[in-house]
């Protein structure tokens, strides 16, 4: 705790005397240098480092930065070498022979080699572990190490999304192997290739990587990242107004409205792109109300998503409308829109028997409809969201109370149990537009992503005839009927695609925003000398 009182003193210190500064003073983009700490804020703990294991956004940001795949995508989302320097897919793209570095090494000073990349490939599709990732490698046939540094993957039949798969974190296997990874120390202690090195982790308030050294990429410049759990974005926002977080990911009112002054712009620096994810209201389809689809579309059709843009997110984001954003290959523009409407919304809730009474709730058998949605603690856009919603529904005759919980009890206690009606969520996701993972039928399990329960035989039909052609006609064939088949079914009612709209500290350089965003490259940020805050040694880079 003493290191991160000394911190938070330090940055006071400077926020006071940096209204003196020039405006000038973090325009400067100085000359890379190694050293100074960038402090984020996450509104939900991390649950577990091992990237295989943890589906949540909050343990995917910490465990990124110390585990590597064997590819990634670069700036303009093409899929390049990480710790595969190349690879070669045969004509029949049946198979894959990587050619992996042979420079890297585990943050304990051990090889790399393919025998860990086997070792994460048995275990991701061994059933005994609780992954949500098995259905990318289970189209595999055989998988094995030619040599060290050479690794061939063979599939049953061509496999459209194989080489992006394999961007998942690889494992070590001299530390995992023959134990229970589920309950292996590096759950809380990962060990991995990456850029950084975990450092600390103290439950309820902060996880501390460090530069590694010895990475094989070149050490990062930027020499800790100190991740702090608050979990409320109101707080996020008031501690970075106090330089004690160096970037956040800000709320539509902050970003239009109350960043909107000299001092700010000053200090930090905005942007804004549509990021890869979506929100949604989605319904426990086990569930008796919510199996009948003609309710999933009177809600549809009671919700007012442009409101929900126009007021809760001051225009910062688009329409949903599937699992898809606008600008990607695979989005169907064309799917049936659920205008809102009072009117359409009560015949489709007659037609499925509930009938007004005299105080306008609506009934069946007796019972009111009334349910409950689960929202995330700390995210005020999803908590007013629902509070719009639950207002909407009211208007027709249905009684909607929400439950704001905190983020790991609402993913361990509730979504993983199935122990809801329904939720406001979001997914992120990335370029590949597979859906398996999240609407496959078969993907209900434990820690699985299909945790509303969807079954639907021509959509499985269809996610497993994309994933087996790699002609990407046919594939946007398959993904434009499964959007119309989910804009008729209505198991989510997408809601809205928002804006990212992040705040960084003036101080840290080299972000150049691209289609991947503005952290595909955050091993290259850097502080120059001058305007460093954490360090007290730095040194030039070469």
């Known amino acids: 705790m003493k290191k991160v009182f000394i911190l938070i003193i330090i940055a006071a210190g400077l926020a006071s005397c940096g209204k003196a500064r020039e405006a000038t003073f973090y325009d400067d983009p100085g000359k890379p240098a190694y050293g100074d700490t960038i402090i984020t804020a996450s509104i939900g703990e991390a649950s577990n480092l091992i990237p295989i294991l943890a589906g949540d956004a909050a343990s995917h940001d910490i465990s990124g930065h110390v585990y590597n795949g064997l590819v990634k995508y670069d700036k303009n989302l093409n899929i390049v070498g990480i710790l595969a320097k190349s690879w070669e897919i045969s004509t029949d793209n049946l198979s894959i022979i990587f050619h992996l570095r042979k420079d890297v090494k585990w943050q304990d000073g051990t090889p790399f080699t393919a025998h860990d990349v086997l070792y994460t490939y048995k275990i991701i599709v061994d059933p005994k572990t609780p992954t949500p990732y098995s259905g990318d490698f289970k189209p595999v046939k055989e998988a094995k190490v030619i040599d060290d540094y050479t690794f061939k993957v063979t599939y049953e039949k061509p496999f459209a999304p194989a080489l992006q798969s394999w961007s998942v974190g690889m494992l070590p296997r001299h530390l995992l192997e023959g134990t229970d990874i589920t309950t292996s120390h590096l759950i809380r202690k990962p060990i991995g290739t990456g850029p950084y090195i975990f450092k600390e982790w103290i439950s309820g308030d902060r996880i501390v990587l460090t530069a590694n050294n010895n990475y094989f990429e070149g050490k990062p410049f930027i020499e800790r990242r100190i991740t702090r759990v608050i979990p409320d974005l109101a707080t996020m926002f008031l501690e970075l107004k106090r330089y004690t977080i160096d970037m956040m990911g800000l709320t539509p009112l902050q970003a239009l409205k109350q960043t909107d002054y000299p001092g700010f712009k000053r200090e930090f620096s905005k942007y804004r792109y549509l990021g890869f994810s979506y929100v949604y209201l989605g319904y426990n389809l086990k569930h008796k109300v919510f199996g009948d689809r003609r309710v999933r579309k009177a809600i549809a059709h009671a919700i007012n998503k442009q409101e929900i843009i126009d007021g809760i997110l001051l225009g910062q984001g688009v ?28 015949a489709l809730l007659n037609e499925a028997g509930f009938e007004k009474r005299e105080d306008g709730i609506l009934v069946k058998d007796g019972k009111p409809f009334e349910f409950t949605i689960l929202v995330n603690q700390g995210n005020d856009v999803r908590i007013r969201t629902a509070e719009l919603i639950q207002k909407r529904l009211r208007d027709v005759g249905i009684i909607v109370k929400i439950r704001t919980i905190e983020w790991a009890t609402f993913v361990n206690e509730f979504i993983d149990k199935r122990n809801f009606e329904a939720v406001i969520l979001g997914w992120s996701f990335g370029p590949e537009p597979d859906l398996f993972d999240v609407w496959h039928s078969s993907k209900q399990g434990p820690k699985e992503f299909n945790f509303i329960s969807f079954e639907n035989k021509e959509v499985d039909e269809l996610i497993m005839k994309a994933r087996h052609t790699m002609d990407q006609e046919e594939r946007r064939k398959c993904y434009f009927r499964i959007q119309e088949i989910l804009a008729d079914e209505q198991p989510y009612t997408f809601l809205f695609i928002p804006y990212s709209l992040v705040a960084v500290h003036k101080r840290i350089k080299g972000i150049e925003p691209a289609p991947a965003g503005i952290t595909y490259n955050n091993t290259e940020w850097y502080v120059p000398m001058e305007q460093m805050r954490y360090s007290s040694r730095a040194t030039l880079s070469p």
């Open 319 to 346: 329409e949903a409308t599937g699992p898809y954003k606008p600008d990607m290959w695979a989005y169907n523009g064309n799917v049936r829109r659920y205008e809102h409407s009072k009117e359409k919304a009560l």
